[in-house]
């Protein structure tokens, strides 16, 4: 132990030029690390305009691999690359729609999204993923592509997932059984959306009230 210590203490004195005060808050610091080793945690950080920049101490947990950034996709999720339950064809045609629909629409949907009441809880449960934003704000992503991914926009890629068009394509083939067609079946999904929509605003409004 005291080999292992006075290595580390080497270490952080020739590399990294640190004072005796600081290298003993930077030892305090990775013996809390140590106490909660069973946690899954990001090296140690700091924020800035770029991203997050790692601390000496981050790159001494990173190199001997006491922590590490969790290996996902951190960027755009519209960008991220075709999973294996998405038709490819389909994903271009739809990202390629939404970013007509996005560019065309973007004022008014950052100003939909930013009003008070019922219509804005709507438009931002539609148009915002929080649990995506919260993600990419502890990624270390720049701040330009943190502020592209937090802006209101419409995303159709789930409709490229073949669990969404087999069940789409159920939904139908069920419904002909009843004599329904397309258009009417297609006009009470839309229905049926439209109250679950209802719902989960009030719901998600509930527990995360909007914050100007």
Excluded at 125 to 148: T, V
Aim: net charge positive; charged share 15%; hydrophobic share 35%.
């Amino acid at each position: 132990c005291l080999f292992v210590h006075s290595n580390y203490t080497e270490f952080l004195f020739s590399s990294c030029q640190l004072n005796e005060a600081q290298l003993c808050q930077l030892m305090q610091n990775w013996g809390a690390a140590q106490d909660e080793n069973e946690k899954k945690q990001l090296p140690d950080c700091i924020e800035s305009e770029d991203g997050l920049i790692l601390t000496p101490l981050g790159r001494y947990q990173i190199i001997n691999g006491l922590r590490k950034f969790p290996l996902e996709y951190q960027g755009d999720p519209e960008l991220q690359p075709i999973r294996s339950y998405e038709n490819t064809t389909i994903v271009r045609l739809l990202f390629q729609l939404s970013s007509i629909i996005n560019r065309r629409f973007a004022g008014s949907m950052e100003t939909l999204c930013a009003k008070e009441g019922f219509l804005g809880s709507f438009c931002r449960y539609h148009l915002c993923n929080p649990c995506i934003i919260e993600k990419a704000r502890r990624s270390p992503l720049s701040k330009q592509n943190l502020g592209q991914i937090q802006q209101p926009r419409v995303s159709l890629r789930f409709l490229a997932s073949y669990r969404t068009l087999l069940s789409l394509l159920l939904t139908y083939f069920i419904a002909s059984w009843f004599c329904i067609g397309p258009v009417t079946c297609t006009f009470l999904l839309s229905i049926g959306y439209l109250f679950y929509a209802v719902l989960m605003t009030f719901i998600t409004e509930k527990r995360n009230p909007h914050q100007s």
